[in-house]
């Protein structure tokens, strides 16, 4: 981490300084800190950094620092691989350019109504995030004007290319104009990617953030998958059946310390939060606190907690997964300490799960699964918690005369046993957080998203033989090409262009080997998906002709060359680009 950097030392405009902070971050991460002066500055960049590390922050921040809120043209194009990280990419705008009145980003991508998209473009934009086949789209239409584009970055680069959307990258790169700030990120840097760098940067900068790798033997680890909304119920439970002396908790924000601390104490826990909004006073009297035992739970970022060294932390929960490895070993260095071997638990989502795989990575060892307490173990907790507490007193020093005849005389007064008065003392102590909580509703983990369905997870890597041929209701005569067939399948289904056999286009069809078996979600999803502004209307290719399209020349349903347009996936991006 680079201790030294801090938001103001980087020269953002004040206005995105300002939205920084009112998002709470504390400081930039490696990748941002060390590419954002390049970009400032004008130059070409390069940037590697795994997934997680801050990469979206690293090009909007000062790309955003950069733009002229009167032109209308776009001024920053920025390529994505998927629909979802196009999206993405415009929140994180949106968030950063909080402060900027009149910013207008527009998101394009395949598989929705052209209609919206160029009313947005037509009224002027300043910034456009797209996917390759749907800007190029509107490239060629003459809807996307670049003549006074700045700045083109090139987000995701590894996954462009194992989309198979290089030469669709190529293209744009070859259309847009010559004197622009370009910017590659990428995760990984494959010698094409390398190539394309090369061929198209002039001169980049190049920042690389090596992973740390470390030995974390003294720390056992785990993962709790689950969804956003359930995180503050999973910690509670597991505050309740883990058997903890110091908990650490990590987020990422100033203001989410704060807020999960309220949010702790409201269900019954004390605790405290630490950031670096306190002064040197206010820390140093939370962290004497949880050194003595006086408080068990503690609420930091990790700037806040960095350095902090107490031997009793047994603990270390990220309730946020941290943006990038080395974050996740200095956290969890804070337990384990004096030979004692720590815990420590990690809540992941679904969309953090590839975050989850570069941890195990750089850690060298698998993390272990971590199922949500449910109310059975809940009870069971809590049953033994209260008989422990009751056990306590009687075995200490406590005097109870007071108590015993007071317990006697209610049982005279009212006629009952002093077996009774017992119980109802129990349920009373109880009500707040019963010894037998009800059964759980749903189970926490998180669930697949229901669309778009990632067909890639779902099927088994098939041999052509087992591929199934499909038809699609759009033909060379409304402008396809293998390129938009594989880019909205690849893009809407989620299926990786390996899986995409043979593609044939026909004058007013085409047809597509897909794998065996694809779920029935998917292609309902399909169905819909547009590509030349049509839906690709897919079913099984039965060999039935194929319903006219209105209007159009009549058909003639061969295939021009009797030779397919590509019959090996993995060559495909090669022959798409000849077919163009
Ligand atoms: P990448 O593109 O490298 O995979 P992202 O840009 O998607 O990573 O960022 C990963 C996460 O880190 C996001 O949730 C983002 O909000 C968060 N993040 C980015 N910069 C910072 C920062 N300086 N401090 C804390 N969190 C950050
Ligand atoms: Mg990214």
Redesign the pocket.
Known sequence: MNTEVSFASLDLAPAVQRAIEEVG?????PI?ARSVPHLLAGRDLLGV?Q???????AFAWPTLSRIDLDKTKPQVLILTPTRELAIQVSEAYQRYAGKLSGFRIVPIYGGQEYGGQLRQLRRGVHVVVGTPGRVMDHIRRGSLVLDQLQTLVLDEADEMLRMGFLDDVEWILQHVPEQRQTALFSATMPPPIRKVAETYLTDPSEVRIKAETATVEHTEQRVCLVRPVDKLEALTRILETENFDGMLIFV?TKNATVELAERIEARGFTCDALNGDMNQSARERTVGRFRSGSLDILIATDVAARGIDVPRISHVVNFDIP?DTEAYIHRIGRTGRAGRTGKAITFVSLREQRLLRAIERATRSPIEQLEVPGHKQLAKHRIEAFKQQMQEILSGDQELDFFRKLICDFADESGCSTEDAAAALAFLQQRKRPLQPPPDKKKMKPQKPAKPVKADKALPRTPDSELERYRIQVGREHGATPGHIVGAIANEAGLASRHIGRIQLYDRYSTVDLPHGMPSQVLRHLKRVRICQLPMAIRRDDGRPSEARPGGRPRRDKPRHDKPQHDKPQHFAKEAAQAR
């Open positions: 971050y504390e400081q930039p991460s941002q950094a997934t997680g590390t801050g990469k979206t922050a990422r943006y």
